[in-house]
């Protein structure tokens, strides 16, 4: 028998969709896929992070603070495919509009940008380290994500 594959998915900063989308997609497949994997982590389904190592990750948002850049990074380290899921991933949109905001626009946020410890630039995940695969969409469909996700079960 196959050893199952560790699946870890981990969200920065965005709306959610693609996760709560997701767990929709696991009332249909996800009773088949346990046959091949483990799912060692999603903060929406277990809150504690045992695995040290994750054959497959999904992750959705952006990047935006100095937590999110260092986790993203310990992430990336210990998986060896990291798969983004939807569009803030992808391209850092709609996440990342502030970096467009004009200079009055920026001003208007710069408290809430200091409280809350953001970076200077909001990233996609893509920019920050490398994806071995992407599912598009805002949130993302049910589809293209089967198509890609099964081609690493």
Do not use: H
């Not at 990336?76 to 495919?81: A, E, G, I, S, Y």
């Not at 200079?103 to 995940?125: R, S, Y």
């Amino acid at each position: 028998m196959n050893k199952k594959k560790k699946v870890g998915i981990f969200t920065f900063t965005c709306d959610e969709g693609c996760s709560i989308y997701l767990i929709e997609i696991f009332n249909k497949k996800l009773i088949a896929w346990l046959e091949k994997m483990e799912l060692a982590y999603f903060l929406s389904i277990k809150d504690r992070r045992d695995a040290k190592s994750f054959d497959i990750v999904l992750v959705e948002g952006a990047i935006t603070t100095e937590r999110d850049l260092k986790e993203i990074e310990e992430v990336r380290k210990m998986t060896k495919v990291l798969i983004g899921m939807g569009n803030c991933a992808i391209t850092g949109m709609p996440t990342c509009q502030r970096n467009n905001f004009n200079e009055n626009q920026t001003e208007a946020i710069k408290g809430e940008l200091d409280k809350f410890n953001f970076l200077p630039k909001c990233q996609a995940i893509k920019e920050v380290v490398k994806l071995d695969d992407e599912i598009p969409g805002c949130p993302i469909g049910e589809e293209a994500f089967v198509k890609v996700f099964e081609k690493y079960l």
